[in-house]
């Protein structure tokens, strides 16, 4: 794997493991409720809801696994990150019932998700992304062949991830998108028709349908704990549909002091417009 040159990138700072917010969640948090945003082919909503209706954790690994091996990936990762006002990831949430160690937190702690173009590629795009680690390593050769990604295909190699796919996945009036990543052991990724890829595509929306519920209450919630009684307020105003104007009027303040907290409001929830905060106002003040 080794290449001719070896230098990093110039512009592009260290990883800082700090400013990474991992949380992990059990199967048994997970809500019965879907999400009727990711409702999708008949096959999809037949196997997310024998997902739903197993019982226990251990009989939905089991149709997990059996799903896996039909398709003839070895491994399923689900994680869903949040990205801050300048695009890095700054929080992520693990379903312990869909981890593999391709795409632990040490991968993102290590800083390898600046450098993956499969993870690139998942948060900017809803196409599947096929690769082997012969065309992630062109890859990397051809962006300079930094060395701070050098480790990261003998941890690939050493969990028995030599090919896969992979795909994001928005979700709606939010800053999260999920990431669903199958590996395999085969060493060259020719076998992934798009027979194969249509049947990952159903497994792993099926579990983004029965995570992503749940993923959302938890944002909501962490967002909801450091709002003030004065934000939450003008949040309750901003749900009913009240302008700056009347939300100004109600509350004996300025127009200027409401955009103040309005503007403040969108930097801690995370979110890029006047609507999206409307929605996630109606949401919190409803959860």
């Not at 939010?174 to 395999?184: D, E, G, H, K, N």
Request: net charge neutral; hydrophobic share 40%; glycine share 8%.
């Amino acid at each position: 794997m080794c290449a001719s040159r070896d230098g990093d990138e110039p512009g592009l700072p260290e990883p800082d493991p700090a400013r990474l917010d991992v949380r992990h969640f059990d199967d048994s948090d997970q809500r019965a409720r879907s999400d009727r945003h990711d409702v999708g082919a008949d096959g999809q909503m037949h196997l997310a809801g024998d997902l739903a209706s197993a019982r226990g954790a251990d009989e939905r690994a089991r149709l997990v696994r059996g799903m896996l091996s039909l398709v003839g990936f070895s491994e399923l990762a689900y994680v869903t990150v949040r990205r801050d006002a300048h695009g890095e990831i700054d929080r992520l949430f693990f379903a312990n019932g869909y981890r593999s160690a391709h795409l632990e937190p040490g991968w993102f702690e290590a800083g390898f998700h600046r450098r993956d173009v499969r993870l690139k590629a998942a948060l900017t795009s809803n196409a599947p992304f096929v690769w082997d680690l012969h065309s992630i390593t062109d890859a990397w050769r051809h962006a300079g062949s930094p060395s701070s990604f050098r480790p990261a295909f003998d941890a690939l190699r050493d969990c028995g991830a030599c090919c896969g796919l992979m795909f994001g996945i928005q979700v709606p009036q939010t800053s999260l998108r999920a990431i669903v990543s199958f590996a395999s052991p085969t060493l060259h990724a020719d076998w992934i028709t798009d027979g194969v890829i249509a049947q990952a595509l159903v497994l792993g929306l099926s579990v983004h349908q029965r995570c992503s519920a749940t993923v959302r209450a938890l944002d909501r919630g962490d967002a909801a704990k450091d709002l003030s009684d004065v934000q939450m307020r003008i949040l309750g105003f901003l749900a009913a549909g009240l302008s700056d104007k009347e939300i100004a009027l109600r509350m004996q303040t300025t127009s200027h002091n409401v955009d103040y907290h309005l503007r403040r409001l969108r930097q801690k929830c995370n979110v890029s417009s006047r609507t999206q905060l409307a929605f996630l106002a109606g949401q919190l003040l409803t959860s």
